[in-house]
């Protein structure tokens, strides 16, 4: 795939409007997220360096703009005068909502195919999502930095005060509230793989995760948005599990007979998985990199480590990644 070249913003400056922002970053958008990529390891294609400039320069030239402009017009209804970047943010967060529909409608209905296609599709989408992150790097300084800072980020007051309140006492300082509260945000990336001592590239990661499994009213990082919007709108369809359709008030109604295999999961990635693991189709190696990459996808959009198929695909990831690293020898020396 070519680099996307710079491309004129139109008649309009890009930092004048939303849309003229919008119709400055959707060509780049769409070549970074949706353009294929013959990169093995799903990179995503790249775009000229002026462009990448440009884009930077307008994001910071339109929120410039927008802080001035409500500085100048003060407003006490938060309604009427939203933050400044609300808008744009929102329209990114559109725009990966319909990003992820478009891969989900292309999903096919085999089972081990449909592993087959997701495995690829995430890394290629998740490189995107990683390049729009650095590409709109203004977005999260400006914007996302200011919203955490206010309690609407991943992980709020709300959510940690009652669990913290029960420690706290009259007599404590501020200081030891806000270490107390720290302590708690260390509590919750724990269930996104930290380890006490981790690297700080480990502590990003699981708070990463921690971000696409928040709620869609947080304000995230545009990688995290992204990757939130891939859960929400692709995996989470996947993952569900159909409805009765209602039971019959009959009392006296013979049942039907179960079909040939009852145990059949019923939800369609569920089954796939199933599938994946059981069948004779696809060799050991490719079944190892297909639930080894499904595993870390599902981990990266945010679902939950007590999730029933991501346990039952890091059980099985564990015990062939054991297998194949060779036990150290008794006569080793350290």
Known sequence: MPTLLNHASGSANPATSQSALWAYLQPALDHIIKSPSNDPNGKAPAIDFGLYAGIHSACYNYFTAQSEANAANPSN???????????????????????????????????????QYIVPSFNRYHAG??????????????????????????????DVLESVAKSISNDDSREIITRKLREKRVDELRKWGYHDGDSSEQVVFAESCAEAASSLDRVVPVASLALRRFRTEFMEPLLAIPKNKGKSKAKNKIPKPLGPNPTRPKGRLARAIKELLETDAVDEEERYRLASGLAKALQIIGVKEENLLRKKLDKYVLSVSSTLIPPPSKSSKI
């Not at 999502?129 to 609407?152: F, G, I, P, W």
């Open 77 to 115: 209804d938060d309604d009427v005068q939203p933050a400044s970047g609300t808008d744009i943010y929102v329209q990114l967060d559109k725009y990966f909502e319909e990003a992820t529909r478009e891969l989900s409608l292309g999903a096919p209905l085999d089972d081990i195919t449909l592993i």
């Open 129 to 158: 999502a990683q390049s729009a992150n650095r590409l709109l790097s203004y977005v999260n300084r400006h914007y996302v930095k200011r919203a955490v800072d206010e309690d609407r980020g991943w992980l709020r007051l709300s």
